[in-house]
């Protein structure tokens, strides 16, 4: 992985020190590149004619999506973010009034206020599953959850958006399998970022977004569908001449791959897009960017331990390159006007966004950082600089 040739080809990380791909990262130039040459020959052709013609390259994009995610391409289907896949594959779920859906206290605001809407329309009970005191997923409660309760859905976040905590989703989709339990995976924060291995893990429906640290496109996502969901008939509560067929005035037949949680309208811009960022990350190679992203993020914060007054706030025997921070001798608000008076991006997290996790830790907020591969070592050394006033 040549880190000089992935900083030539991110015209963004010359100005600055970007550290929030977790957020909305920077798309390498040939991403832009191939939106900017088809909106403008749009401009000129029109949006059905000229997508006629990118048939082939829009098949990309399942194809690199299968080979990050190791599946097949009839697995995937094209969403415009992680919350409208979550959407779709939580509404082919046919609850009824007290059916459960087990959670985690580490759930994703959008999703838990998914789980809190069908709590209200359908009458579903919500169990969040314990936490042990290192802020790991207590396994062996959650086992005995499964068990005991017999969930209708499991729901979990690969790596919550306000901390570094990494779920133990492999051993989760053992129990899954073990007790038939279908098996919901929100991946936003892990795509891109690690390696995400649909057969490992053993989901049923796994989410993901293209803006963070896939580094594609905004309004872009992906939602795996397992074949066991598509044997099975699952659909999502609206569909449209993508996911079926209308057979005769009253009937319809259902699109055998995950296309069927596809709407047929959408940004062919931005499918093509995603499929050139996802291109580039095959390109460079998961396994090579998870390696350099873990030795990255471990000797930043083992640096950052050296700056007075700050204190991280990631718990978990796994953390990610999702870091977050309060500082005690200064304001967290001067603290982030100083990052940004030397060009550092970055995101700050809320209470109101984590509910759960910021009440257990007494927090309001944190300012986030989040870097990725083609962040350097030199630049994080910067930071520890800065912060050190």
């Given at each position: 992985?040549?880190i000089?040739v992935i900083?030539e ?13 977790a ?18 020959m749009e ?21 690199q999506?299968?080979?990050l995610l190791?599946c ?9 973010s ?16 007290g ?19 069908l ?7 919500i169990?969040r ?7 790991d997923?207590?396994l062996?409660?959650f086992?005995k ?9 499991v ?10 905590l990494?779920?133990?989703v ?12 279908l ?27 293209g ?16 074949d066991?969901?598509?044997?099975a008939?699952l659909?999502?509560?609206i ?6 067929e209308w057979t ?7 699109a ?10 959408s940004s062919i811009?931005g499918k093509?897009?995603?499929a050139?960022?996802l ?6 190679g998961i ?8 030795k ?8 950052l331990?050296?700056?007075t ?5 990631d718990?978990?025997?796994?953390l990610s390159?999702i ?5 005690e001798n ?6 982030a ?9 970055f995101?700050?997290?809320?209470r109101d966004?984590a ?6 830790k ?5 300012i986030?950082?989040?870097?990725h ?8 050394e910067k ?7």
């Amino acid at each position: 992985m040549d880190i000089d040739v992935i900083r030539e080809h991110t015209k963004g990380c010359r100005d600055k020190i970007f550290l929030n791909s977790a957020g909305s990262s920077l798309v390498p130039q040939r991403v832009t590149d191939k939106m900017t040459a088809y909106l403008q020959m749009e401009a000129l052709e029109g949006g059905y004619a000229l997508a006629n013609q990118y048939t082939a390259e829009l098949d990309q994009l399942y194809v690199q999506a299968a080979l990050l995610l190791n599946c097949t391409a009839e697995n995937i289907a094209f969403v415009t973010s992680a919350t409208d896949a979550f959407a779709r594959a939580i509404t082919a779920v046919d609850f009824k009034e007290g059916d459960l859906i087990l959670t985690t206290d580490d759930d994703y605001i959008s999703n838990q206020l998914a789980f809190l809407s069908l709590k209200q329309r359908f009458g579903i009970r919500i169990i969040r599953a314990h936490s042990l005191p290192n802020g790991d997923l207590d396994l062996e409660q959650f086992e005995k959850l499964v068990d005991q309760q017999r969930p209708k859905l499991v729901a979990i976040t690969y790596m919550p958006t306000n901390s570094g905590l990494v779920q133990p989703v492999v051993e989760v989709g053992r129990i899954c399998k073990k007790f038939d339990v279908l098996y919901l995976l929100d991946a936003c924060q892990a795509a891109g970022q690690r390696v995400v291995d649909v057969q490992e893990i053993g989901c049923d429906f796994l989410t993901v977004t293209g803006r963070k640290f896939l580094r594609g496109p905004r309004g872009t996502g992906l939602l795996y569908v397992s074949d066991k969901v598509l044997a099975a008939g699952l659909v999502p509560l609206i569909f449209d001449m993508q996911g079926a067929e209308w057979t005769a005035d009253d009937a319809y037949t259902l699109a055998k791959t995950a296309k069927r949680f596809e709407f047929w309208e959408s940004s062919i811009a931005g499918k093509l897009g995603l499929a050139e960022s996802l291109k580039y990350i095959n390109e460079i190679g998961i396994l090579h960017i998870e390696e350099y992203n873990i030795k990255l993020i471990t000797q930043f914060r083992e640096q950052l331990k050296s700056v007075t007054g700050l204190t991280m706030h990631d718990q978990g025997s796994r953390l990610s390159n999702i870091l977050t921070f309060t500082t005690e001798n200064r304001s967290l608000s001067d603290t982030a006007q100083r990052l940004k008076d030397h060009h550092v991006y970055f995101s700050m997290s809320f209470r109101d966004f984590a509910r759960i996790d910021f009440n257990r830790k007494n927090l309001d907020a944190v300012i986030r950082f989040s870097p990725h591969y083609f962040n350097t070592v030199e630049e994080l050394e910067k930071i520890i600089d800065i912060l050190n006033y």
